[in-house]
Protein backbone atom coordinates (compact mmCIF):
# COMPACT_ATOMS: atom_id res chain seq x y z
CA UNK A 1 0.00 0.00 0.00
CA UNK A 2 1.00 3.38 -0.63
CA UNK A 3 2.08 5.58 2.32
CA UNK A 4 1.42 9.27 1.92
CA UNK A 5 4.03 11.90 3.57
CA UNK A 6 3.95 15.47 4.74
CA UNK A 7 7.89 16.49 4.96
CA UNK A 8 7.92 20.35 6.28
CA UNK A 9 11.50 21.51 4.96
CA UNK A 10 11.39 19.27 2.76
CA UNK A 11 13.03 21.64 0.34
CA UNK A 12 16.29 22.00 2.47
CA UNK A 13 18.91 20.02 2.39
CA UNK A 14 18.16 17.10 4.98
CA UNK A 15 14.38 17.58 3.61
CA UNK A 16 15.28 16.97 -0.15
CA UNK A 17 17.19 13.67 0.46
CA UNK A 18 14.35 12.83 2.46
CA UNK A 19 12.07 13.21 -0.23
CA UNK A 20 13.86 11.49 -2.65
CA UNK A 21 14.44 8.24 -0.26
CA UNK A 22 10.86 7.90 0.63
CA UNK A 23 9.48 8.51 -3.32
CA UNK A 24 12.63 5.32 -3.92
CA UNK A 25 11.09 3.45 -1.26
CA UNK A 26 7.25 3.65 -2.73
CA UNK A 27 5.92 6.67 -0.83
CA UNK A 28 3.81 9.47 -1.88
CA UNK A 29 5.72 12.82 -0.63
CA UNK A 30 4.56 16.30 -0.27
CA UNK A 31 6.75 18.99 0.69
CA UNK A 32 5.23 22.39 3.09
CA UNK A 33 8.14 24.34 2.70
CA UNK A 34 8.40 28.54 2.92
CA UNK A 35 10.88 28.18 0.46
CA UNK A 36 12.92 31.11 2.21
CA UNK A 37 16.82 31.87 1.10
CA UNK A 38 17.59 28.24 2.86
CA UNK A 39 15.60 26.72 -0.12
CA UNK A 40 17.80 26.40 -3.70
CA UNK A 41 15.18 26.56 -6.73
CA UNK A 42 17.58 23.68 -8.82
CA UNK A 43 16.17 21.57 -4.90
CA UNK A 44 12.70 22.62 -5.65
CA UNK A 45 12.70 21.47 -9.66
CA UNK A 46 14.25 18.33 -8.81
CA UNK A 47 11.59 16.99 -6.18
CA UNK A 48 8.88 18.26 -8.73
CA UNK A 49 11.10 16.15 -11.37
CA UNK A 50 10.60 13.37 -8.87
CA UNK A 51 6.93 13.71 -8.45
CA UNK A 52 6.54 15.72 -4.91
CA UNK A 53 4.39 17.88 -4.75
CA UNK A 54 5.11 20.96 -3.23
CA UNK A 55 2.56 23.73 -1.18
CA UNK A 56 4.69 26.94 -0.74
CA UNK A 57 3.72 27.92 2.67
CA UNK A 58 5.44 29.27 6.13
CA UNK A 59 5.04 26.94 8.81
CA UNK A 60 4.26 29.68 11.41
CA UNK A 61 1.01 29.91 9.51
CA UNK A 62 -1.19 27.55 11.73
CA UNK A 63 -4.01 27.53 9.31
CA UNK A 64 -1.68 27.07 6.56
CA UNK A 65 0.02 24.34 8.36
CA UNK A 66 -3.65 23.22 9.20
CA UNK A 67 -5.01 22.89 5.55
CA UNK A 68 -1.61 20.71 4.40
CA UNK A 69 -2.22 18.03 6.97
CA UNK A 70 -6.04 18.27 6.21
CA UNK A 71 -5.20 18.15 2.36
CA UNK A 72 -2.28 15.59 2.56
CA UNK A 73 -3.97 13.43 5.19
CA UNK A 74 -0.47 11.98 5.81
CA UNK A 75 -0.13 8.87 7.18
CA UNK A 76 3.46 10.12 8.55
CA UNK A 77 4.56 13.73 9.07
CA UNK A 78 8.48 14.89 9.04
CA UNK A 79 9.23 17.94 10.72
CA UNK A 80 12.36 19.43 9.18
CA UNK A 81 11.31 23.05 8.57
CA UNK A 82 13.56 25.29 10.47
CA UNK A 83 16.23 28.32 10.72
CA UNK A 84 19.19 26.63 10.08
CA UNK A 85 22.40 28.70 10.57
CA UNK A 86 24.07 28.64 13.81
CA UNK A 87 26.18 31.92 12.99
CA UNK A 88 22.75 33.56 11.49
CA UNK A 89 21.14 32.63 14.74
CA UNK A 90 24.21 34.79 16.85
CA UNK A 91 22.99 37.71 14.45
CA UNK A 92 19.62 37.80 14.62
CA UNK A 93 17.72 35.37 16.91
CA UNK A 94 13.81 36.11 15.92
CA UNK A 95 12.89 33.96 13.26
CA UNK A 96 14.93 30.83 14.54
CA UNK A 97 12.77 31.12 18.02
CA UNK A 98 9.48 32.16 15.77
CA UNK A 99 10.04 29.26 12.94
CA UNK A 100 11.63 26.50 15.52
CA UNK A 101 9.03 27.26 17.84
CA UNK A 102 5.98 28.44 16.73
CA UNK A 103 6.05 26.48 13.81
CA UNK A 104 6.68 23.46 16.05
CA UNK A 105 3.62 24.33 17.74
CA UNK A 106 1.52 24.78 14.47
CA UNK A 107 2.67 21.49 13.26
CA UNK A 108 2.07 19.87 16.88
CA UNK A 109 -1.68 21.58 16.64
CA UNK A 110 -2.08 20.24 13.15
CA UNK A 111 -1.48 16.77 14.13
CA UNK A 112 -3.50 16.76 17.01
CA UNK A 113 -6.72 18.25 15.37
CA UNK A 114 -6.25 15.76 12.54
CA UNK A 115 -6.01 13.12 15.06
CA UNK A 116 -9.24 14.32 16.41
CA UNK A 117 -10.90 14.54 13.41
CA UNK A 118 -10.39 11.44 12.30
CA UNK A 119 -10.37 8.87 15.06
CA UNK A 120 -10.47 5.76 12.95
CA UNK A 121 -7.69 6.34 10.82
CA UNK A 122 -4.13 4.88 12.57
CA UNK A 123 -2.52 8.12 14.20
CA UNK A 124 -0.07 8.92 12.10
CA UNK A 125 3.98 9.20 13.63
CA UNK A 126 5.63 12.70 13.54
CA UNK A 127 9.14 12.41 13.20
CA UNK A 128 10.53 15.79 14.80
CA UNK A 129 13.72 15.78 13.45
CA UNK A 130 16.49 17.56 16.13
CA UNK A 131 20.29 17.88 16.24
CA UNK A 132 23.12 16.98 18.38
CA UNK A 133 23.06 20.77 19.31
CA UNK A 134 20.71 20.60 21.61
CA UNK A 135 23.66 18.61 24.24
CA UNK A 136 25.62 21.77 24.21
CA UNK A 137 29.44 20.83 24.06
CA UNK A 138 31.37 17.39 25.05
CA UNK A 139 34.99 17.81 26.84
CA UNK A 140 38.04 15.65 25.12
CA UNK A 141 37.47 12.66 27.22
CA UNK A 142 33.34 12.99 27.51
CA UNK A 143 31.43 9.56 26.07
CA UNK A 144 29.59 10.75 23.27
CA UNK A 145 25.85 11.92 23.56
CA UNK A 146 23.15 9.48 23.84
CA UNK A 147 18.94 9.48 24.46
CA UNK A 148 19.66 10.24 27.98
CA UNK A 149 22.21 13.40 27.97
CA UNK A 150 20.30 16.41 29.30
CA UNK A 151 19.81 19.13 27.46
CA UNK A 152 22.48 22.18 27.29
CA UNK A 153 22.57 23.92 24.17
CA UNK A 154 25.21 27.32 24.15
CA UNK A 155 23.35 28.85 20.70
CA UNK A 156 20.25 30.70 19.49
CA UNK A 157 20.04 28.30 17.33
CA UNK A 158 20.53 25.27 19.16
CA UNK A 159 18.02 26.63 22.11
CA UNK A 160 15.29 26.94 20.03
CA UNK A 161 15.75 23.53 18.58
CA UNK A 162 15.86 22.49 22.33
CA UNK A 163 12.79 24.77 22.62
CA UNK A 164 11.02 22.61 20.28
CA UNK A 165 12.50 19.39 21.15
CA UNK A 166 10.35 20.05 24.54
CA UNK A 167 6.83 20.89 23.06
CA UNK A 168 7.18 17.62 20.78
CA UNK A 169 7.47 15.57 23.69
CA UNK A 170 5.64 17.63 25.74
CA UNK A 171 2.54 17.14 23.07
CA UNK A 172 3.32 13.19 23.06
CA UNK A 173 3.07 12.83 26.71
CA UNK A 174 -0.10 15.17 27.62
CA UNK A 175 -2.06 14.69 24.63
CA UNK A 176 -1.05 10.97 23.56
CA UNK A 177 0.26 12.33 20.26
CA UNK A 178 2.79 9.63 18.16
CA UNK A 179 5.56 11.73 18.34
CA UNK A 180 9.31 10.58 17.79
CA UNK A 181 12.59 12.63 18.33
CA UNK A 182 15.70 12.59 16.54
CA UNK A 183 19.25 14.11 17.56
CA UNK A 184 21.77 13.75 14.58
CA UNK A 185 24.90 15.04 13.95
CA UNK A 186 26.26 17.61 11.25
CA UNK A 187 25.24 16.18 8.01
CA UNK A 188 27.12 16.46 4.38
CA UNK A 189 26.25 15.69 0.74
CA UNK A 190 24.66 17.47 -1.98
CA UNK A 191 22.28 20.26 -1.90
CA UNK A 192 23.71 22.02 1.01
CA UNK A 193 23.69 25.85 1.14
CA UNK A 194 26.84 27.20 0.77
CA UNK A 195 27.07 28.84 4.63
CA UNK A 196 28.02 25.88 5.66
CA UNK A 197 31.54 24.67 6.51
CA UNK A 198 31.79 21.82 3.78
CA UNK A 199 30.10 23.59 0.50
CA UNK A 200 31.93 27.31 1.82
CA UNK A 201 34.98 25.56 2.15
CA UNK A 202 34.95 23.84 -1.30
CA UNK A 203 33.63 26.75 -3.07
CA UNK A 204 36.41 29.16 -2.15
CA UNK A 205 39.15 26.93 -2.17
CA UNK A 206 37.73 26.90 -6.10
CA UNK A 207 38.01 30.24 -6.45
CA UNK A 208 41.33 30.91 -4.76
CA UNK A 209 39.59 32.84 -1.25
CA UNK A 210 40.84 32.55 1.79
CA UNK A 211 39.51 29.42 3.87
CA UNK A 212 38.20 30.98 6.89
CA UNK A 213 38.71 28.59 10.05
CA UNK A 214 37.19 29.54 13.50
CA UNK A 215 39.17 29.72 16.20
CA UNK A 216 42.40 26.90 16.19
CA UNK A 217 40.42 24.74 14.09
CA UNK A 218 40.44 21.81 16.80
CA UNK A 219 36.67 21.81 17.18
CA UNK A 220 35.25 18.63 17.20
CA UNK A 221 32.25 16.99 14.85
CA UNK A 222 30.54 14.03 14.19
CA UNK A 223 29.87 13.68 10.18
CA UNK A 224 26.84 11.41 8.61
CA UNK A 225 25.88 11.84 5.05
CA UNK A 226 22.82 13.40 4.23
CA UNK A 227 21.44 10.16 2.40
CA UNK A 228 22.32 7.99 5.69
CA UNK A 229 20.71 10.39 7.57
CA UNK A 230 17.50 10.55 5.56
CA UNK A 231 17.32 6.47 5.78
CA UNK A 232 17.39 6.73 9.97
CA UNK A 233 14.43 8.82 9.22
CA UNK A 234 12.53 6.92 6.93
CA UNK A 235 13.02 4.06 9.80
CA UNK A 236 11.93 5.65 12.40
CA UNK A 237 8.70 6.18 10.94
CA UNK A 238 8.68 2.58 9.94
CA UNK A 239 10.16 0.89 12.67
CA UNK A 240 10.52 3.76 15.09
CA UNK A 241 8.19 3.40 18.71
CA UNK A 242 6.06 6.16 19.58
CA UNK A 243 7.39 8.40 22.09
CA UNK A 244 10.98 7.25 21.69
CA UNK A 245 14.22 9.37 21.01
CA UNK A 246 16.33 8.19 18.81
CA UNK A 247 20.73 9.51 18.31
CA UNK A 248 21.50 9.26 14.84
CA UNK A 249 25.57 9.80 13.81
CA UNK A 250 27.84 8.69 11.71
CA UNK A 251 31.02 7.38 13.95
CA UNK A 252 33.12 9.86 11.76
CA UNK A 253 35.12 12.43 14.48
CA UNK A 254 36.84 14.82 13.01
CA UNK A 255 38.19 18.40 13.78
CA UNK A 256 37.09 21.50 11.27
CA UNK A 257 40.72 21.71 10.41
CA UNK A 258 40.84 17.93 9.48
CA UNK A 259 37.78 18.19 7.95
CA UNK A 260 39.17 21.53 5.43
CA UNK A 261 42.41 19.50 4.86
CA UNK A 262 40.43 16.56 3.62
CA UNK A 263 38.74 18.93 0.94
CA UNK A 264 42.14 20.34 -0.17
CA UNK A 265 43.42 17.12 -0.65
CA UNK A 266 40.44 16.40 -2.79
CA UNK A 267 40.66 19.44 -4.60
CA UNK A 268 44.56 18.74 -5.20
CA UNK A 269 43.97 15.59 -6.68
CA UNK A 270 40.84 17.24 -9.14
CA UNK A 271 42.47 20.81 -9.57
CA UNK A 272 46.17 20.09 -9.63
CA UNK A 273 46.67 23.55 -11.49
CA UNK A 274 45.96 25.52 -8.65
CA UNK A 275 47.33 23.05 -5.83
CA UNK A 276 48.26 23.03 -2.85
CA UNK A 277 45.00 24.26 -1.42
CA UNK A 278 45.32 24.37 1.67
CA UNK A 279 47.79 27.31 1.50
CA UNK A 280 44.57 29.21 1.43
CA UNK A 281 43.49 28.33 5.44
CA UNK A 282 43.06 31.14 7.25
CA UNK A 283 42.67 31.10 11.47
CA UNK A 284 39.84 33.77 11.99
CA UNK A 285 38.47 34.63 15.47
CA UNK A 286 36.26 31.97 16.35
CA UNK A 287 32.43 31.77 16.86
CA UNK A 288 30.96 33.13 20.41
CA UNK A 289 29.63 29.61 22.47
CA UNK A 290 31.19 27.43 19.87
CA UNK A 291 30.84 24.22 20.96
CA UNK A 292 34.03 22.33 21.05
CA UNK A 293 33.33 18.60 20.33
CA UNK A 294 29.74 16.82 19.20
CA UNK A 295 29.98 13.22 19.43
CA UNK A 296 27.07 10.66 19.15
CA UNK A 297 26.50 7.07 19.84
CA UNK A 298 23.99 5.28 17.89
CA UNK A 299 23.52 2.26 19.22
CA UNK A 300 20.34 2.51 19.80
CA UNK A 301 19.30 3.49 15.95
CA UNK A 302 20.91 0.59 15.30
CA UNK A 303 19.52 -2.04 17.56
CA UNK A 304 16.14 -0.83 17.41
CA UNK A 305 15.63 0.69 13.60
CA UNK A 306 18.24 -2.08 11.93
CA UNK A 307 20.33 1.60 10.78
CA UNK A 308 23.88 2.08 10.13
CA UNK A 309 25.56 4.42 8.30
CA UNK A 310 26.67 3.37 4.78
CA UNK A 311 29.29 6.18 3.60
CA UNK A 312 32.62 6.26 4.63
CA UNK A 313 33.36 10.12 5.68
CA UNK A 314 36.30 10.23 3.32
CA UNK A 315 35.06 8.77 -0.14
CA UNK A 316 31.30 10.65 0.86
CA UNK A 317 33.50 13.87 1.04
CA UNK A 318 35.04 13.24 -2.30
CA UNK A 319 31.74 12.87 -4.01
CA UNK A 320 30.04 16.02 -2.40
CA UNK A 321 33.42 17.69 -4.06
CA UNK A 322 32.63 16.27 -6.93
CA UNK A 323 29.22 17.48 -7.32
CA UNK A 324 29.63 20.97 -6.34
CA UNK A 325 32.37 20.96 -8.73
CA UNK A 326 29.11 20.03 -11.40
CA UNK A 327 26.72 22.52 -9.61
CA UNK A 328 27.07 26.07 -11.64
CA UNK A 329 23.40 25.65 -12.39
CA UNK A 330 22.01 25.06 -9.21
CA UNK A 331 24.19 27.23 -7.65
CA UNK A 332 23.89 30.85 -9.72
CA UNK A 333 20.35 31.55 -8.25
CA UNK A 334 22.06 31.42 -4.48
CA UNK A 335 24.76 33.25 -5.63
CA UNK A 336 22.19 36.97 -4.73
CA UNK A 337 21.41 35.38 -1.34
CA UNK A 338 25.41 35.29 0.37
CA UNK A 339 28.19 36.38 -0.84
CA UNK A 340 30.16 34.08 1.67
CA UNK A 341 31.36 36.88 4.51
CA UNK A 342 31.55 36.36 8.00
CA UNK A 343 28.37 35.96 9.66
CA UNK A 344 27.83 35.56 13.84
CA UNK A 345 31.03 37.68 15.24
P1 LIG B 1 18.13 23.91 5.54
O1 LIG B 1 18.40 25.28 6.07
O2 LIG B 1 18.90 23.43 4.36
O3 LIG B 1 16.58 23.78 5.14
C1 LIG B 1 15.56 24.31 5.93
C2 LIG B 1 14.28 24.33 5.10
O4 LIG B 1 13.22 24.84 5.93
C3 LIG B 1 14.37 25.23 3.87
O5 LIG B 1 13.83 24.58 2.74
C4 LIG B 1 13.53 26.43 4.25
O6 LIG B 1 12.91 27.06 3.13
C5 LIG B 1 12.52 25.81 5.20
N1 LIG B 1 11.97 26.80 6.13
C6 LIG B 1 12.67 27.70 6.88
N2 LIG B 1 11.82 28.48 7.56
C7 LIG B 1 10.56 28.06 7.23
C8 LIG B 1 9.27 28.47 7.62
N3 LIG B 1 9.07 29.50 8.47
N4 LIG B 1 8.20 27.81 7.12
C9 LIG B 1 8.37 26.77 6.26
N5 LIG B 1 9.58 26.35 5.84
C10 LIG B 1 10.66 26.99 6.33
O7 LIG B 1 18.29 22.95 6.78
P2 LIG B 1 18.77 21.44 6.89
O8 LIG B 1 20.22 21.43 7.11
O9 LIG B 1 18.18 20.66 5.80
O10 LIG B 1 18.08 21.02 8.27
C11 LIG B 1 16.77 20.47 8.30
C12 LIG B 1 16.41 20.10 9.72
O11 LIG B 1 17.36 19.16 10.23
C13 LIG B 1 16.41 21.27 10.68
O12 LIG B 1 15.32 21.13 11.57
C14 LIG B 1 17.73 21.14 11.42
O13 LIG B 1 17.65 21.69 12.71
C15 LIG B 1 17.90 19.64 11.45
N6 LIG B 1 19.29 19.15 11.52
C16 LIG B 1 20.23 19.61 10.64
C17 LIG B 1 21.53 19.08 10.70
C18 LIG B 1 22.60 19.51 9.71
O14 LIG B 1 23.75 19.11 9.85
N7 LIG B 1 22.29 20.29 8.69
C19 LIG B 1 21.85 18.13 11.64
C20 LIG B 1 20.85 17.68 12.53
C21 LIG B 1 19.58 18.19 12.43
Known sequence: MTRTALVTGGAGFIGSALCFELIEAGWTVTVFDALTYAAAPGTAAALKAAGVRLIEGDVRDR???RAAFDAVRPDAVFHLAAETH????????????????NGTLAVLEALRARRDADQDAPAAPLVHI????????????????????????????????????????????????????????????PRQFPEKLIPLMILNALEGRALPVYGDGSNRRDWLHVDDHARALRRIAEAGAPGR?????????RSNLEVVRAICAVLDARRPQTAPHDRLIAFVDDRPGHDWRYAVDAARAQAELGWAPRRDFEAGLAETVDWYLEAGAWLAPLAGRYGRERLGL
Do not use: M
Not at 86 to 101: C, E, G, L, P, Q
Not at 169 to 176: N, Q, V
Open 63 to 65: SAV
Open 245 to 253: TYCIGGGAE
Open 86 to 101: VDRSIDAADDFVTTNV
Open 130 to 189: STDEVFGALGPEDPPFNEATAYDPSSPYSASKAASDHLARAWARTYGLDVRVSNCSNNYG
